[in-house]
């Protein structure tokens, strides 16, 4: 059942994040962005890594897909049908494509993967909170910090253009 259940994430990450880059709609495109998402956070738990996935879908699911869902629907722009849907770059898009399809083969097939019969370490969203209230206590509040200066930036750029 497990097998089924990560061939069913893979294959639902797979259309959706094609689906992202050949659709039309730039607000159907988003929907399949959360979908690939969201099957990734399914991929997480099936790997028993349970903070991730909460993680990916608070972020990843909840804030960042609605906030470009958001930037979409408010800018008035996108939603005229002047915007033009074409790509000139076609042929430098694909010649980057194999590059990275080439560099990605490369370095899987240059890798040594250790495998360990050794089971994970249970309750890691417990253990993970630990360590980022004793030992990473500072870079934890460092990174709070820069999110609050990021925000009230933000609000002050955003009152500005208002005026």
Same mark, same amino acid.
């Given at each position: ?6 061939? @069913? ?19 159907? /495109? ?5 979908? /690939? ?48 849907m074409t790509n000139e770059q ?10 990275? @399809? ?29 360590? @980022? ?31």
């Amino acid at each position: 059942m497990e097998a089924f259940t990560f061939y @069913l994430f893979s294959f639902l990450i797979i259309v959706a994040a094609l689906a992202v880059v050949t659709m039309r709609n730039i607000f159907h /495109c988003a929907l399949f962005l959360i979908l /690939c998402l969201f099957s990734v956070a399914g991929i997480y738990v099936l790997l028993h890594a349970e903070f991730l996935a909460a993680v990916q879908v608070l972020i990843y699911v909840g804030a960042v897909s609605i906030l470009i869902i958001f930037a979409i629907m408010l800018t008035s722009r996108l939603a005229g049908r002047d915007v033009p849907m074409t790509n000139e770059q076609t042929f430098l898009g694909g010649f980057m494509s194999l590059v990275l @399809l080439f560099t990605l083969v490369y370095a899987l097939k240059e890798t040594i993967f250790r495998v360990t019969a050794q089971a994970p370490a249970p309750q890691t969203t417990l253990r993970i909170g630990q360590m @980022l209230l004793t030992d990473y206590v500072l870079p934890f509040e460092l990174v709070s910090v820069l999110l609050l200066a990021t925000l009230i930036g933000a609000i002050i750029i955003s009152r500005q253009e208002g005026n």
